[in-house]
């Protein structure tokens, strides 16, 4: 049915000139490469520069969707200098609300720090973060994300006051009001509000309120369908999977805020619902390595939040076997503390360890040792599939034609790519 659409949508865009004809050229392109195999890309290329001829020769400089067509037709052409031009031109002509030349610059030269990464090469990063988005709301201030951008330097930085960050905050959600129109804030809206509250120890009312309405926000979203044209049975399923987690991590964040609050009540009802998401989340995780580290990571969270609440109930060795469950899973996660930050989980259980009798060379004996063991891994790690490889027989970009009969015995790499 893609072919058959392509092959009709491509006669009649050829004799379009207007502005919506050329936008649908990325929707032809899009058919094209998807139903057509990586041997006849080059064609495809080919035939997507002669597109581009027609389009450049239009010259409708006052039109976006003409900058549009041109940046993603010099890129699936490999033209990358010529869709770096048509970008900027459309950023300089029509700049939309959440675009800047120069935000987009910075973020091409600054690379987002990775959780192993120095404390100091962190702290600069978001420093220079938060320079820099308070200089770009002057130009958009009512631009969603860069407020979110400005709430993710402020969670990783240690020295910025709170009453700013509730103003950021408060100033965030206004404007994603406002801009969300009739369909309201998203989970991921509420979500963020939620970790930097979480992460930052402030107003544990509010951190209920947010990760409530994120949740029920999220049931809605659950239910809109999955945009489909480059679905597959694996997307289908991590789709699933990662919803199935984003519940248990907004119970996380509620629970937390019960807890802050020494609602232990409440706290209590929410690690019964969590112990029934995880076991929703267990049963989603597969043979997928990547997924059985998050199913790790959440059942540490869960533990954690335990052993917090049978503290508060003063059932100690309840507590420091809660966390020792915790530490224990996280372990297994291979997840390691973010450096430069508090690592709350292993302080509560050092604390509770230490009033308990437990000596310093117990807990290095116990916990230090693999502890430093997993730091020193490094954070790149190879995922094994455990599973035969399907026969096929495929052509190259040269044309000639491969199968798992060539290929038997052989140590294989295979590069997969897309072009969009």
């Known amino acids: 049915m893609a072919?058959?659409?392509?092959?009709?949508?491509?006669p009649l865009l050829q004799t379009r000139t207007d502005p919506q004809g050329i936008a649908a050229y990325s929707t032809l392109w899009a058919l094209e490469f998807k139903v057509r195999p990586p041997a006849e890309y080059d064609?495809?290329?080919?035939?997507?520069?002669?597109?581009?001829?027609?389009?450049?020769?239009?010259?409708?400089?006052?039109?976006?969707?003409?900058?549009?067509?041109?940046?993603?037709?010099?890129?699936?052409?490999?033209?990358?200098?010529?869709?770096?031009?048509?970008?900027d031109e459309r950023l300089r002509r029509f700049p939309r609300p959440w675009e800047l030349a120069e935000m987009d610059k910075w973020q091409k030269d600054h690379k987002y720090p990775s959780p192993e990464d120095p404390p100091e090469k962190k702290r600069a990063y978001y420093s220079d973060l938060l320079l820099q988005t308070g200089a770009w709301l002057?130009?958009?201030?009512?631009?969603?994300?860069?407020?979110?951008?400005?709430?993710?330097?402020?969670?990783?930085?240690?020295?910025?006051?709170?009453?700013?960050?509730?103003?950021?905050?408060?100033?965030?959600?206004e404007v994603a009001q406002r801009n969300a129109g009739p369909r309201g804030l998203t989970s991921y809206d509420y979500g963020n509000v939620a970790e930097v509250l979480a992460k930052k120890g402030l107003e544990p009312a509010r951190l209920v309120e947010m990760s409530q309405k994120g949740l029920e926000r999220l049931e809605i979203e659950s239910k809109e369908p999955v945009y489909d044209l480059y679905a597959t049975k694996d997307s289908v399923e991590d789709n699933r999977f990662w919803r199935a987690s984003q519940r248990i991590q907004g119970?996380?964040?509620?629970?937390?805020?019960?807890?802050?609050l020494k609602e232990t009540d409440k706290a209590q009802a929410n690690l019964a619902k969590l112990d029934e998401r995880l076991r929703?989340?267990?049963?989603?995780?597969?043979?997928?390595?990547?997924?059985?580290?998050?199913?790790?990571?959440?059942?540490?969270?869960?533990?954690?939040?335990?052993?917090?609440?049978?503290?508060?109930?003063?059932?100690?060795?309840?507590?420091?076997?809660?966390?020792?469950?915790a530490l224990l899973a996280r372990l297994q996660a291979e997840?390691?503390?973010?450096?430069?930050?508090?690592?709350?989980?292993?302080?509560?259980?050092r604390n509770l360890w230490n009033d308990l009798g437990g000596t310093e060379e117990g807990w290095k004996t116990w916990y230090g040792r693999r502890a430093d063991a997993l730091a020193a891994v490094a954070a790149l790690t190879w995922e094994d599939a455990n599973q035969p490889l399907p026969s096929f027989e495929l052509a190259d970009l040269h044309g000639k034609t491969w199968s798992t009969a060539n290929l038997k015995g052989k140590v294989t790499f295979l590069n997969f790519w897309a072009s969009w």
């Open 138 to 173: 002057k130009e958009r201030p009512n631009t969603t994300f860069i407020w979110w951008e400005r709430l993710d330097a402020m969670e990783h930085l240690d020295d910025v006051p709170a009453s700013e960050i509730k103003a950021a905050i408060d100033k965030a959600l």
């Open 3 to 10: 072919r058959q659409g392509a092959e009709k949508l491509r």
């Open 280 to 325: 929703e989340l267990t049963s989603l995780t597969g043979d997928k390595a990547s997924r059985k580290k998050v199913c790790c990571s959440r059942e540490s969270a869960y533990w954690g939040l335990t052993g917090r609440v049978a503290e508060l109930q003063n059932r100690k060795l309840d507590a420091m076997a809660y966390y020792e469950s």
């Open 335 to 349: 997840e390691k503390p973010e450096t430069g930050q508090k690592d709350e989980l292993a302080e509560n259980a």
């Open 43 to 87: 064609s495809l290329r080919q035939q997507v520069a002669a597109d581009l001829k027609r389009i450049r020769a239009l010259t409708l400089e006052d039109k976006r969707q003409w900058y549009e067509a041109l940046e993603e037709g010099y890129k699936l052409a490999n033209d990358q200098k010529q869709s770096d031009w048509a970008k």
């Open 251 to 260: 119970l996380v964040f509620e629970t937390d805020g019960y807890v802050r």
